[in-house]
């Protein structure tokens, strides 16, 4: 799953980067709201963490404008005003949760991952899906609940985001997307294949399926 990260603190933008990163997530950085307004435009993201406080202008406005426009991504906001007032009006604002500069890291991977069961309407640790059981904490899937196999990171990456979108077909392209930042060197282009290769031989051949000439679908039934 690919995130952006609205921070204009290059220092605190790495350190989040890299520890969202250990915990199988992509993330895109913009440092100004125009170029998170752009990216918004052109790329897919399942959650977004936004500093309200940047040098050109506010993250709230900028939410706002998202909002307005249909947009109904969980948004995190980081913020250094610690008032109950300040927070009441990000929430109102469009906010699904609020964190106060400095933080501890762990606190906002829990808030994350809170925020994303809550979106596809769910509490347990476990993503269920046509059978398949994918513990997001320690990146592993079990056909049975019982026998757990533990996934490289882009088996991981590529597995959760077809179970948290099932029975829609995703392109090859959608799904290199979500497999690499913006930042990172073009991928080969059968790179898609291959992955998908290595979690039927793990699953069964059945579990993935191919849509001639559109791209890769997994069923909830």
Do not use: C
């Amino acid at each position: 799953m690919k995130l952006l990260l609205v921070e204009d603190d290059d220092l605190l933008a790495e350190s989040l980067a890299e520890a969202l990163g250990d915990d199988g997530y992509l993330v895109d950085i913009a440092p100004r709201l125009h170029q998170a307004d752009a990216l918004m435009q052109t790329e897919e993201y399942g959650l977004i963490i936004l500093d309200i406080g940047l040098p050109d202008g506010s993250g709230l406005e900028l939410l706002e404008r998202w909002r307005a426009r249909g947009h109904r991504h969980p948004v995190l906001a980081l913020t250094a005003r610690d008032t109950w007032e300040d927070k009441v009006d990000g929430l109102r604002r469009g906010a699904d949760d609020y964190l106060t500069k400095p933080f501890h890291e762990e606190e906002l991977l829990a808030r994350l991952h809170a925020l994303l069961r809550r979106q596809r309407g769910h509490t347990g640790q476990l993503l269920s899906v046509a059978g398949l059981h994918l513990d997001e904490y320690q990146q592993r899937v079990s056909t049975d609940g019982e026998t757990w196999q533990t996934l490289t990171a882009t088996e991981f990456r590529l597995l959760r985001y077809l179970m948290h979108h099932p029975d829609r077909v995703h392109s090859k392209s959608r799904l290199l997307d979500q497999l690499y930042t913006l930042e990172q060197d073009a991928p080969a282009p059968n790179l898609v294949e291959v992955y998908i290769g290595r979690l039927r031989r793990r699953l069964g051949r059945d579990v993935i399926q191919t849509r001639r000439g559109q791209g890769y679908l997994l069923a909830s039934s």
